[in-house]
C-alpha cells in the first residue's frame, strides 16, 4: 500500500533536509515547495533509489573518496532504510522527493557517513537511473503477463483448427478461414508487442549514473564496476545526453501504445462476436458482468475496458513526446512529469494483461453459429480461381462470376442453390464438379500456403507460435 503523502497540518514543521538551498538566503515560497514537490509520485523508486545509492558507496570506495568501513556503514544503513520504507515508513513534509526521502532516512541510521553519498553525483544522474532500473523492473513484470495472454490465444486456436468462420474485411464478410487462423492473427500482433518491449528494456538498459548534474563525475568512480552490479548492460556515452535523455520512457510508452491498440481490437472482435446479432462466442461468467436493470445481460466489461484503455495510453505517448520535443539538452525540470505517463501506462496495462486472458481464456465457441454464417457468396473468389484453373483470365473469371453472384442476390438464394445452367450461362468452363468449390472446407484446402488457412499450414503456425512463447 502506498503511504499518505500529505503532511499533517497539526504537526510541528518538521527540520529540513533538503539537497540543495545553501546560496539562497531563504526558503521556497509554499506556492513553489507545492508545485517543485514530486514525492506523491516518485516515491515509487524508493527500491531503485536505494540501490543504486548502494552501487554508488560502493564506488566512491574504489574510487577512494570513501573508507572501507564508511562503504560499509552507507550499505548497511541502506539496507535498514529500505527494511522501514517497506514495513511502512512514510515521508515528512519536508521529503520534497524521493531522494530527500532516502537521504534523510540514511543519515538517521548511518550518521556523518551518510553525508558523503552524495559526492560526485546529482539528483540528475540519479532520478535517470532510478527512471531506467523501474522501467527495466516493469516491463520483466509485463512481459509474463503478454505471454499469458498469448498463451490463452495458442490454446483455444488449438481447439479450434478445424473450426470455420467468416473472415472479414470491411467488417463485411470476405472469406471462410479456420477459427484458429484468426485467433492466430492476434497471437502474431502481440508477438510484435513483445519485441517492442523487450526492444525498450534494452533501450532503458544503458547506466547514467556517473554522469552528475551534466558533465560528469569529477571523481573516478568505475562505472562499469555500477553498470555490473545495477544490472546495466552497457555505460552511457555523453554526460549531457545521459541526464536528458527520456527516449527509453518514450520507447516503453509506444510498445504499450501499440499493445493496448492490439488489445482495443482483440476486445472489439471479441465484443463483436459474443453479441446476439453474430453469436460466435460467449463469454465466460467470472470475466463477465450483469445489467443494473435487465436481468438477461452478460457484458464483457473487461474487453470493453482494454478497447477504451488504448486512448489513454496513446496521450501518455503522446505527453511525454510534447513535453520532450522542445526540451534544450540536458536536465529540465519538465522531465519531472515523465513518470506520471510511465506509471500511468504500466499500471494499467498490468491490470488489463490479466482481464483480457481471463477473458480469452474462458470463452466458448459455437461452432453451428460460425458455420452458419459462412454463406455461399463467401466462396465466389473460389469460384473465380476455379476458372482460372482452366485457364480463364482472372479478369473474366472475376466478371462471370461477378454475374453469378447478382443472380444469386435477385433471385433470394445462395449460389450453392443456382441451377447448372446459370454457371454454364455465366462462362462455358464451368462444369459439374464445381459445386464442389463452394463448400468452405474446399475452400480452405486450396489455402495450404505458408500463412494461408487451411488446415496444415494452420497446424504449422500453431507450432511455430507455441515455440515463441516457450522461447
Same mark, same amino acid.
Given at each position: 500500500?502506498?503511504?499518505?503523502?500529505?503532511?499533517?497540518?497539526?504537526?510541528?514543521?518538521? $527540520?529540513?533536509?533538503?539537497?540543495?538551498?545553501?546560496?539562497?538566503?531563504?526558503?521556497?515560497?509554499?506556492?513553489?515547495?507545492?508545485?517543485?514537490?514530486?514525492?506523491?509520485? %516518485?516515491?515509487?523508486?524508493?527500491?531503485?533509489?536505494?540501490?543504486l545509492?548502494?552501487?554508488?558507496?560502493?564506488?566512491?570506495?574504489?574510487?577512494?573518496? =570513501?573508507?572501507?568501513?564508511?562503504?560499509?556503514?552507507?550499505?548497511?544503513?541502506?539496507?535498514?532504510?529500505?527494511?522501514?520504507?517497506?514495513?511502512?515508513?512514510?515521508?515528512?513534509?519536508?521529503?520534497?522527493?524521493?531522494? &530527500?526521502?532516502?537521504?534523510?532516512? =540514511?543519515?538517521?541510521?548511518?550518521?556523518?557517513?551518510?553525508?558523503?553519498?552524495?559526492?560526485?553525483?546529482?539528483?540528475?544522474?540519479?532520478?535517470?537511473?532510478?527512471?531506467?532500473?523501474? &522501467?527495466?523492473?516493469?516491463?520483466?513484470?509485463? /512481459?509474463?503477463?503478454?505471454?499469458?495472454?498469448?498463451?490463452? =490465444?495458442v490454446?483455444?486456436?488449438?481447439?479450434?483448427?478445424?473450426?470455420?468462420?467468416?473472415?472479414?474485411?470491411?467488417?463485411?464478410?470476405?472469406?471462410?478461414?479456420?477459427?484458429?487462423?484468426?485467433?492466430?492473427?492476434h497471437?502474431?500482433?502481440?508477438?510484435?508487442?513483445?519485441?517492442?518491449?523487450?526492444?525498450?528494456?534494452?533501450?532503458?538498459a544503458?547506466?547514467?549514473?556517473?554522469?552528475?548534474?551534466?558533465?560528469?563525475?569529477?571523481f573516478?568512480?568505475?562505472?562499469?564496476?555500477?553498470?555490473?552490479? /545495477?544490472?546495466?548492460?552497457?555505460?552511457?556515452?555523453?554526460?549531457?545526453?545521459?541526464?536528458? %535523455?527520456?527516449?527509453?520512457?518514450?520507447?516503453?510508452?509506444?510498445?504499450?501504445? !501499440?499493445?493496448?491498440?492490439?488489445?482495443?481490437?482483440?476486445?472489439?472482435?471479441?465484443?463483436?462476436?459474443?453479441?446476439?446479432?453474430?453469436g460466435?462466442?460467449?463469454?465466460?461468467?467470472?470475466?463477465?458482468?450483469?445489467?443494473?436493470?435487465?436481468?438477461?445481460?452478460?457484458?464483457? %466489461?473487461?474487453?470493453e475496458?482494454?478497447?477504451?484503455? $488504448?486512448?489513454? !495510453?496513446?496521450?501518455?505517448?503522446?505527453?511525454?513526446?510534447?513535453?520532450?520535443?522542445?526540451?534544450?539538452?540536458?536536465?529540465?525540470?519538465?522531465?519531472?512529469?515523465?513518470?506520471?505517463?510511465?506509471?500511468?501506462?504500466? %499500471?494499467?496495462?498490468?491490470?488489463?494483461?490479466?482481464?483480457?486472458?481471463?477473458?480469452?481464456?474462458?470463452?466458448?465457441?459455437?461452432?453451428?453459429?460460425?458455420?452458419?454464417?459462412?454463406s455461399?457468396?463467401?466462396?465466389?473468389t473460389?469460384? $473465380?480461381?476455379?476458372?482460372?484453373?482452366?485457364?480463364? &483470365?482472372?479478369?473474366?473469371?472475376?466478371?462471370?462470376?461477378?454475374?453469378?453472384?447478382?443472380?444469386?442476390?435477385?433471385?433470394?438464394?445462395?449460389?450453392?442453390?443456382?441451377? !447448372?445452367?446459370s454457371?454454364?450461362?455465366?462462362?462455358?468452363?464451368f462444369?459439374?464438379?464445381?459445386?464442389?468449390?463452394?463448400?468452405?472446407?474446399?475452400?480452405?484446402?486450396h489455402?495450404?500456403?505458408?500463412?494461408?488457412?487451411?488446415i496444415?499450414?494452420?497446424?504449422?503456425?500453431?507450432?511455430?507460435?507455441?515455440?515463441?512463447?516457450?522461447?
Amino acid at each position: 500500500m502506498r503511504p499518505d503523502l500529505t503532511p499533517d497540518p497539526s504537526s510541528p514543521a518538521p $527540520a529540513s533536509h533538503k539537497l540543495w538551498g545553501g546560496r539562497f538566503a531563504g526558503g521556497p515560497a509554499p506556492e513553489l515547495e507545492a508545485v517543485n514537490r514530486s514525492i506523491g509520485t %516518485d516515491i515509487r523508486l524508493w527500491p531503485f533509489d536505494v540501490r543504486l545509492s548502494k552501487g554508488w558507496a560502493r564506488g566512491l570506495g574504489a574510487a577512494g573518496v =570513501l573508507t572501507a568501513d564508511e562503504v560499509t556503514v552507507i550499505r548497511d544503513g541502506l539496507d535498514r532504510v529500505a527494511s522501514r520504507i517497506g514495513s511502512g515508513e512514510q515521508p515528512i513534509g519536508s521529503d520534497e522527493d524521493v531522494h &530527500t526521502f532516502v537521504d534523510r532516512l =540514511l543519515h538517521e541510521e548511518a550518521g556523518d557517513p551518510a553525508g558523503r553519498l552524495h559526492t560526485g553525483r546529482s539528483r540528475n544522474d540519479q532520478v535517470a537511473t532510478g527512471a531506467r532500473l523501474w &522501467t527495466m523492473d516493469a516491463i520483466d513484470r509485463l /512481459l509474463p503477463m503478454l505471454t499469458a495472454l498469448m498463451q490463452a =490465444l495458442v490454446e483455444q486456436a488449438e481447439s479450434q483448427i478445424d473450426a470455420i468462420l467468416p473472415a472479414y474485411t470491411h467488417l463485411q464478410r470476405a472469406q471462410p478461414v479456420s477459427a484458429a487462423h484468426w485467433l492466430l492473427a492476434h497471437v502474431w500482433a502481440f508477438q510484435r508487442d513483445r519485441q517492442r518491449l523487450v526492444a525498450a528494456r534494452t533501450t532503458a538498459a544503458v547506466l547514467p549514473l556517473g554522469s552528475g548534474a551534466i558533465a560528469g563525475s569529477a571523481f573516478a568512480v568505475p562505472r562499469d564496476l555500477l553498470c555490473d552490479e /545495477l544490472g546495466f548492460a552497457s555505460v552511457s556515452p555523453n554526460s549531457i545526453d545521459a541526464v536528458g %535523455d527520456r527516449d527509453f520512457i518514450a520507447d516503453t510508452l509506444y510498445a504499450l501504445t !501499440m499493445l493496448g491498440t492490439h488489445l482495443s481490437r482483440l476486445a472489439e472482435d471479441l465484443i463483436l462476436y459474443g453479441s446476439s446479432e453474430f453469436g460466435f462466442v460467449r463469454f465466460g461468467d467470472a470475466y463477465s458482468t450483469g445489467s443494473s436493470m435487465m436481468p438477461q445481460k452478460r457484458n464483457p %466489461d473487461a474487453l470493453e475496458l482494454a478497447r477504451g484503455s $488504448a486512448g489513454r !495510453m496513446l496521450g501518455d505517448l503522446t505527453a511525454l513526446l510534447v513535453t520532450i520535443k522542445g526540451l534544450p539538452s540536458g536536465y529540465n525540470k519538465d522531465l519531472q512529469e515523465d513518470k506520471r505517463t510511465l506509471f500511468a501506462a504500466v %499500471d494499467g496495462m498490468a491490470l488489463l494483461l490479466p482481464a483480457v486472458a481471463g477473458s480469452v481464456a474462458t470463452l466458448t465457441f459455437d461452432r453451428k453459429r460460425m458455420r452458419a454464417a459462412v454463406s455461399g457468396g463467401l466462396m465466389a473468389t473460389d469460384l $473465380a480461381d476455379y476458372l482460372v484453373r482452366k485457364r480463364v &483470365t482472372f479478369r473474366d473469371a472475376h466478371g462471370a462470376v461477378g454475374r453469378l453472384v447478382r443472380e444469386a442476390e435477385e433471385a433470394g438464394v445462395e449460389l450453392w442453390d443456382l441451377p !447448372m445452367a446459370s454457371f454454364s450461362a455465366a462462362h462455358p468452363a464451368f462444369e459439374g464438379d464445381v459445386l464442389e468449390e463452394l463448400k468452405p472446407e474446399k475452400s480452405l484446402s486450396h489455402r495450404e500456403i505458408p500463412g494461408g488457412t487451411g488446415i496444415n499450414a494452420v497446424r504449422a503456425q500453431l507450432a511455430a507460435a507455441k515455440g515463441l512463447i516457450a522461447s
